[in-house]
C-alpha cells in the first residue's frame, strides 16, 4: 500500500463525504453518488472517484453504461483501518500509563503530605 497516496485521498473532505455516503449504502452508481453529495459537480465527483480508486480505497464495477462504487474492504481502506488502530492503541496505552504514573505521584504526595503533619 502506498499510505502517501491513501492518506492525500482521505485528505480531501469531498473524499471522505463519498466515503461515509458508500459506507451507508454499500454500492452506489457515480450518478447516484453524484445526487448525494451536493457540494460539487458531477465530473467533480468523477474525478475524486477515480483518486480514491486509485488510492485502493473504493472498487469499481463496471455494468453496461454505469459504473458501480463500493468501499474496498480487502485493500487500502483495511490497511489504513489497522494503522490507525494501532497508532490509537498506543496512544491509548501511553495515556493510562501516564494516568497510572500521575495516580501514583499523588499518592506519594499525599502520603508525604500524610507523613509531614504527623511529626
Avoid at 457515480?30 to 480505497?57: C, N, W
Avoid at 498506543?90 to 500521575?102: C, T
Amino acid at each position: 500500500m502506498a499510505e502517501d497516496e491513501v492518506f492525500d485521498a482521505l485528505a480531501d473532505p469531498v473524499r471522505r463525504e463519498i466515503l461515509a455516503v458508500l459506507a451507508e449504502q454499500d454500492e452506489l452508481s457515480a450518478g447516484d453518488l453524484a445526487q448525494r453529495i451536493e457540494r460539487v459537480g458531477r465530473t467533480t465527483v468523477s474525478s475524486h472517484l477515480r483518486i480514491l480508486r486509485t488510492a485502493g480505497l473504493i472498487t469499481e464495477d463496471r455494468r453496461g453504461r454505469h459504473r458501480f462504487y463500493a468501499i474496498d474492504t480487502e485493500g487500502a481502506a483495511r490497511d489504513v483501518i489497522r494503522l490507525l488502530q494501532r497508532l490509537l492503541e498506543g496512544s491509548a496505552d501511553a495515556a493510562r500509563a501516564a494516568v497510572e504514573e500521575a495516580r501514583r505521584d499523588d499518592d506519594g504526595a499525599t502520603a508525604d503530605r500524610a507523613g509531614g503533619q504527623a511529626m
